[in-house]
């Protein structure tokens, strides 16, 4: 076991823990922050999506050790004193979710496109998005919640 020092959702928290133990385990066992969710544990399915110095990355497959010296940011992190962040209030208005188990990963995925890029396009929403499944199909519901935080007019079209 190491000591490490990890700046999650602007705090320093300090963590032992094998060095080879994933980010994921990490947030979820050893700091009780159980937003993001463990699926397939091959990166293929985004529902453990974080962000690292505000780039989405898969957390089931960074160690530990490779997230010490990044701002991570988890679905904890987006509310700021009891508001949604404008992706979360806006994933919440168009009812982009069913059961919820991809909900903060997507979330966090658009989140980082956001981030990179005010006014994306449909396709750049898409590729954004790809590589996390929502296994209860809501994509069109996804795709218009990215729309309206992107501040799209409510029809979105598909251009």
């Given at each position: 076991?190491?000591?490490?020092?990890?700046?999650?959702?602007?705090?320093?928290?300090?963590v032992?823990?094998?060095?080879?133990?994933?980010l994921?385990?990490?947030?979820?066992?050893?700091?009780?922050?159980?937003?993001?969710?463990?699926?397939c544990?091959?990166?293929?399915c985004?529902?453990?999506?974080?962000?690292?110095?505000?780039q989405?990355?898969?957390?089931?497959?960074?160690?530990v050790?490779?997230?010490?010296?990044?701002?991570?940011?988890?679905?904890?992190?987006?509310?700021?004193?009891?508001?949604?962040?404008?992706?979360?209030?806006?994933?919440?208005?168009?009812?982009?979710?069913q059961?919820?188990?991809?909900?903060?990963g997507?979330?966090m995925?658009?989140?980082?496109?956001?981030?990179?890029?005010?006014k994306?396009?449909?396709?750049?929403i898409?590729?954004?998005?790809?590589?996390?499944v929502?296994?209860?199909?809501t994509?069109p519901?996804?795709?218009?919640?990215?729309?309206?935080?992107?501040?799209?007019?409510?029809?979105?079209?598909?251009?």
């Amino acid at each position: 076991m190491s000591e490490f020092v990890l700046n999650v959702n602007g705090a320093q928290l300090h963590v032992n823990a094998p060095e080879d133990e994933s980010l994921l385990s990490v947030l979820r066992n050893r700091l009780n922050l159980t937003g993001t969710k463990y699926g397939c544990g091959e990166g293929q399915c985004g529902a453990c999506t974080v962000m690292a110095d505000g780039q989405a990355i898969r957390s089931c497959l960074v160690p530990v050790s490779s997230a010490a010296l990044a701002k991570i940011v988890t679905i904890e992190g987006l509310e700021v004193d009891g508001k949604l962040s404008r992706v979360q209030q806006a994933f919440l208005d168009e009812g982009a979710l069913q059961c919820g188990y991809c909900t903060s990963g997507m979330i966090m995925s658009a989140t980082s496109l956001l981030n990179s890029k005010h006014k994306p396009t449909h396709d750049e929403i898409v590729e954004a998005m790809n590589g996390n499944v929502c296994r209860c199909g809501t994509y069109p519901r996804i795709l218009a919640a990215i729309r309206r935080a992107a501040g799209e007019p409510e029809d979105g079209g598909s251009r």
